[in-house]
């Protein structure tokens, strides 16, 4: 541990100790946090759906946790590494996770069976015949070990991204069979994510074009069970269409991510009527002054390693003066326009909403998390970096 983490530790619980987490940070409100949870799981409760979250976004076991006590049948997570930390980080508290991109390398597949073996349940997605062969072969030898049980999979639909998945028709209802026919692995339905449409703006365009995606889905499931073929779960959706999907009927759990951190991107991204998402951004990069020598300037301690920068430059949230405006300055500097007049001193501490949480995340081993002007706590971010 270091002797910032430690000083910081030490802080926990203390009146005001919110200003003493060593900057850049990256910093969690915790009743914004737990409302997020708590709205999520009721609207999908109201609609009869299961929430299972994607754990990409926050890579967090005691996140992980507190969305599976608030109704969470499990986790998403995008890569074997992921999976593999948090399920060990969980203690046996976080048992089942989706794991949504395909797994095909030689040594990934082998550290497939191997997750599979240890843990209750393991789904992962498979969108290539040749995958398919591959992990029915690792599966087949595990259990001929006596070290494993079947490989669950899920046929991941490509309804317009181009990502991964296979396109809609007799190659995905082949690969299905090919699935249902192995006898190491256990077909359990289909996925199917719009990504590229999630941060479309105009609400009524984002609606009709996610619907359209979620009738392909339905069409495909209802021809796998014509056909006789499992497909009890139907999962996909995404924050920015959270209030969408349920309406098609198709899906059976929704795979949301940003809604319990909200970023710049999703804060621009309304639901009908114009009216903002339902979910209070949670996450933010504490930063502090640490240069103020040029006029209408200043200089803080997060630059382009303390945020993603895939998109706009964040947005200041607290502690500068009201037109004040962020831009990167460097690697490990940002810089803040400041109106005529206006000044920041040397340490004034700053909060600025994430351009893109995700990524954002990537960057820290921890949050600090808050409430009101305490530090209550400090999580670990068990999954940083498990990008293999």
């Given at each position: 541990m270091s002797k910032a983490l430690q000083t910081a530790r030490e802080m926990i619980g203390k009146q005001g100790s919110r200003q003493t987490i060593p900057t850049?940070?990256?910093?969690?409100?915790?009743?914004?946090?737990?409302?997020?949870?708590?709205?999520?799981?009721?609207?999908?409760?109201?609609?009869?759906l299961s929430i299972r979250p994607h754990a990409k976004t926050h890579k967090c076991a005691s996140i992980a946790r507190r969305q599976i006590e608030a109704g969470a049948v499990g986790i998403c997570c995008a890569k074997l590494g992921e999976a593999d930390a948090l399920f060990e980080a969980g203690d046996g508290t976080i048992e089942s996770i989706l794991l949504?991109?395909?797994?095909?390398?030689?040594?990934?597949?082998?550290r497939?069976?191997?997750?599979?073996?240890?843990?209750?349940?393991?789904?992962v997605a498979v969108?290539?015949?040749?995958n398919v062969r591959?992990?029915?072969?690792?599966?087949?030898?595990?259990?001929?070990?006596?070290?494993?049980?079947?490989?669950?999979?899920?046929?991941?639909?490509?309804?317009?991204?181009?990502?991964?998945?296979?396109?809609?028709?007799?190659?995905?209802?082949?690969?299905?069979e090919l699935v249902d026919a192995a006898d190491s692995?256990?077909?359990?339905?289909?996925?199917?994510?719009?990504?590229?449409?999630?941060?479309?703006?105009?609400?009524?365009?984002?609606?009709?074009?996610?619907?359209?995606?979620?009738?392909?889905?339905?069409?495909?499931?209802?021809?796998?069970?014509?056909?006789?073929?499992?497909?009890?779960?139907?999962?996909?959706?995404?924050?920015?269409?959270?209030?969408?999907?349920?309406?098609?009927?198709?899906?059976?759990?929704?795979?949301?991510?940003?809604?319990?951190?909200?970023?710049?991107?999703?804060?621009d991204v309304p639901i009908e009527g114009g009216v903002p998402m339902p979910f209070d951004t949670s996450l933010f990069v504490q930063m502090s002054v640490v240069s103020n020598n040029t006029k209408n300037l200043a200089t803080t301690d997060a630059g382009f390693k303390a945020f993603s920068t895939d998109a706009e430059p964040p947005v200041l949230h607290a502690g500068a003066p009201e037109g004040?405006?962020?831009?990167?300055?460097?690697?490990?500097?940002?810089?803040?326009?400041?109106?005529?007049?206006?000044?920041?001193?040397l340490g004034t501490t700053l909060t600025a909403v994430t351009p893109h949480c995700d990524p954002t995340v990537n960057l820290y081993d921890?949050?600090?998390?808050?409430?009101?002007?305490?530090?209550?706590?400090i999580w670990p971010i068990e999954a940083r970096g498990k990008s293999a």
């Open positions: 850049p940070a990256l910093v969690l409100d915790l009743d914004a946090l737990d409302k997020n949870v708590a709205t999520m799981a009721a609207h999908c409760a109201k609609n009869g949504t991109s395909p797994v095909v390398t030689g040594q990934g597949i082998e497939l069976v191997d997750l599979n073996a240890r843990m209750p349940e393991l789904i969108d290539n015949a040749e591959a992990l029915a072969a690792a599966a087949q030898e595990a259990l001929r070990a006596g070290q494993g049980k079947a490989l669950k999979c899920i046929v991941d639909l490509d309804v317009g991204l181009h990502r991964t998945g296979i396109a809609p028709g007799d190659d995905a209802f082949e690969l299905a692995l256990e077909l359990m339905g289909l996925q199917a994510y719009a990504g590229h449409l999630m941060h479309i703006e105009n609400f009524e365009e984002r609606r009709e074009k996610s619907l359209a995606c979620m009738k392909v889905l339905g069409e495909m499931r209802d021809r796998l069970k014509a056909a006789g073929l499992p497909c009890d779960i139907v999962s996909g959706g995404g924050t920015g269409s959270y209030n969408i999907d349920p309406e098609a009927k198709v899906l059976t759990e929704l795979q949301g991510g940003s809604y319990i951190f909200m970023d710049k991107q999703y804060n004040a405006g962020y831009f990167f300055f460097g690697d490990e500097q940002g810089g803040i326009l400041l109106p005529d007049g206006a000044t920041l001193p921890a949050y600090f998390v808050v409430k009101g002007d305490a530090l209550v706590d």
